[in-house]
């Protein structure tokens, strides 16, 4: 869940690193690191606890030349965010540094080892034991520093992605990955390292993605070089870049997140173009149509995801079940790798991630293959770890997204999994022509019905100023809006630190129904859909007790806008697509509330973007 960049070539390294960190921040920023090797060779170390913005004041006035380093931005793991604990490590003779994304599980009998051989220890991190290791394999064998880090990583227990350097050496670098992202950006002359591809895409459009076990030296006067753990040469696979730098900046915007929110008119149109033909008459997915046996003889779908993506996971159980007829199950990636679930080689396991490299829904996608399912991906990222590891799937093409809290993503993924299900229902002729073109026509209007949900953006925020104080929140939602109360209460948790519960609505006279007085908002998803009765009778029930409402509500409503102490409009759609409605004004609440709050939106605290380990 840290940040790594990495550049060797024929320009300045430090303005590029620090560029690259920026551009890394949201997967770590508690503190922050560079090494450099300058002209004559010296190895230049600095790094600070704090955002990059820290490492930047620290290193006023110091020596920053050289074309050639690597640069850290971090997310404890190992010891606490702290000046000594920041990346870069380095060798205790001064000749190695290292930086590190991962976990080195067996740091702790490596320390003791090296600690019997006279090594002495600055830092509480297993990076630092990593790099005190490969400089000890470099002196014991007199091998060079490729051969050395071969051999550490021969004998690591964990997952990593690092970039190394030596001294003596200002021509390469040194990087390899296991569970963590590495992408090679390969220039004239020059090359580019980074955890993503977002640091890199101004200076090249040409990259290489690393595969688990394998390891590159990166040297500026030679063709790239990638073998295995056994030596084995790798074949080098170019890719072109498909992103654009507009992408990466805030756009006039205070946050990025809110940036992001006002971007899904645009995302959605970009899910779906090419998908769904003019006429809102057929869908087509080539990963569903490509694998058509597979789906229609589906003895069950798992999902497997975390956070906002298992959310998108929850609102697939209701559309696959309902348009499709197959069994599904929704499981928490982190829970389905440890234990011995039962799958059948005809079961279907759907990965959801926004980054395509969350450790935990890899493991699973692992363990899903090595018993016979077929592994279908939902991600964002072009290239990544899940695209790969997976038989097939769907990218849901929202673009970057850099605000840590998943807006335009959430939405992107359940707009795949409607097009999923309505693919899969007309292939298994439990659809018909009408609905199926209802549901389809809702997703072409799907861009403007957001714009109407967004132009509400300065109500919301005045309602939001009410309820700043508030220390919970309880959101409640039936049917598929049930998995968006949970993400609109998730949102709300991640920025601005309030305890908020999400809850199937008439589940609150089974226990939270106590907690209900007027300290105690309920958000209440209150479309004009099927079970909107029930609904209003679970409003009543709050009102009853004293507590404060508020409603999202579909534009006209006549019923709930006088219980309500509050509303929220949302333009009227089929019933299944009202997630993609209702979730927008939850996210600006969030928002809203976290700005009033003072609270650092786009890097809330503790957490990070892209979560690459355990």
């Not at 003019?278 to 956070?307: H, M, P, Q, W, Y």
Request: glycine share 8%; with cysteine; net charge negative.
């Amino acid at each position: 869940m840290c940040g790594i960049v990495g550049y060797v070539g024929n320009k300045d390294a430090y303005p590029i690193l620090i560029k690259g960190l920026h551009r890394l921040e949201y997967r770590g920023y508690d503190s922050a690191g560079v090494a450099l090797i300058n002209p004559v060779g010296k190895l230049n170390v600095y790094k600070t606890k704090g955002k990059v913005a820290e490492l930047e004041h620290f290193v006023t006035n110091k020596d920053v030349s050289g074309t050639i380093g690597i640069a850290h931005t971090r997310w404890a793991t190992h010891g606490e965010p702290s000046d000594v604990n920041a990346h870069p490590h380095y060798s205790e003779n001064g000749q190695i540094a290292l930086i590190h994304n991962g976990i080195i599980e067996n740091y702790g009998v490596l320390k003791t080892m090296l600690m019997g051989k006279g090594y002495t220890f600055r830092s509480d991190t297993d990076t630092e034991v990593l790099v005190q290791f490969i400089d000890y394999l470099r002196n014991e064998n007199q091998c060079t520093l490729f051969e050395a880090v071969q051999a550490a990583l021969n004998q690591v227990i964990g997952a990593y992605a690092i970039a190394v350097l030596d001294k003596d050496n200002n021509n390469e670098i040194i990087a390899a990955r296991k569970s963590s992202p590495l992408v090679i950006g390969i220039g004239d002359g020059e090359y580019f390292l980074a955890s993503d591809a977002t640091p890199i895409v101004e200076y090249v459009q040409n990259v290489v993605y690393l595969n688990d076990g394998e390891i590159a030296v990166i040297n500026r006067n030679k063709p790239l070089k990638i073998v295995n753990l056994d030596n084995i040469e790798s074949k080098i696979d170019i890719r072109k870049l498909e992103m654009n730098i507009s992408e990466l900046e805030k756009g006039g915007y205070p946050h990025f997140m809110l940036k992001e929110i006002f971007e899904q008119p645009r995302t959605i149109t970009d899910c779906i173009r090419g998908r769904i033909n003019l006429e809102g008459t057929e869908v087509i997915l080539s990963g569903i149509l490509d694998n058509k046996d597979r789906f229609l003889n589906a003895r069950r779908i798992i999902f497997v995801a975390c956070g906002t993506s298992w959310h998108a996971g929850l609102i697939g159980e209701y559309l696959f079940e309902d348009f499709c007829g197959i069994e599904v199950k929704v499981e928490y990636a982190s829970e389905f790798r440890y234990r011995n679930p039962v799958i059948h080689n005809d079961d279907i396991v759907i990965a959801i991630s926004q980054s395509g490299e969350t450790a935990d829904t890899l493991a699973a996608i692992e363990l899903a293959k090595s018993k016979g399912a077929f592994v279908y991906g939902i991600c964002n990222v072009v290239g990544s770890s899940i695209a790969r590891a997976t038989h097939s799937g769907t990218y849901i093409h929202v673009g970057p997204e850099i605000g840590v809290a998943s807006t335009k993503a959430f939405t992107g993924q359940v707009t795949v999994l409607v097009m999923m299900a309505m693919m899969i229902a007309r292939l298994k002729g439990r659809i018909d022509d009408a609905k199926y073109r209802e549901v389809l026509k809702g997703l072409l209007v799907m861009p403007e019905k957001i714009k109407e949900a967004l132009a509400q953006h300065e109500h919301i925020k005045d309602v939001s100023a009410i309820f700043t104080y508030a220390h919970n929140f309880l959101y409640l939602g039936r049917g598929c809006n049930y998995p968006t109360a949970m993400e609109g209460a998730l949102k709300l948790k991640e920025i601005s630190y309030i305890h908020a519960e999400g809850y199937p609505a008439a589940e609150m006279k089974h226990g939270p129904i106590a907690l209900i007085d007027n300290e105690m908002p309920t958000i209440v998803i209150a479309t004009n859909v099927s079970i909107y009765e029930k609904t209003i009778s679970n409003i009543q029930e709050i009102k009853s007790r004293g507590g404060k409402v508020i409603a999202v509500v579909t534009t006209g409503d006549s019923v709930v806008s006088k219980m309500a102490d509050h509303c929220i409009w949302v333009p009227e759609t089929t019933e299944c697509l009202t997630p993609l409605l209702s979730s927008i004004p939850l996210q600006l609440f969030a928002y809203y509330i976290a700005v009033n709050k003072g609270r650092d939106v786009d890097q809330p605290r503790n957490l990070a973007k892209s979560v690459t380990v355990e």
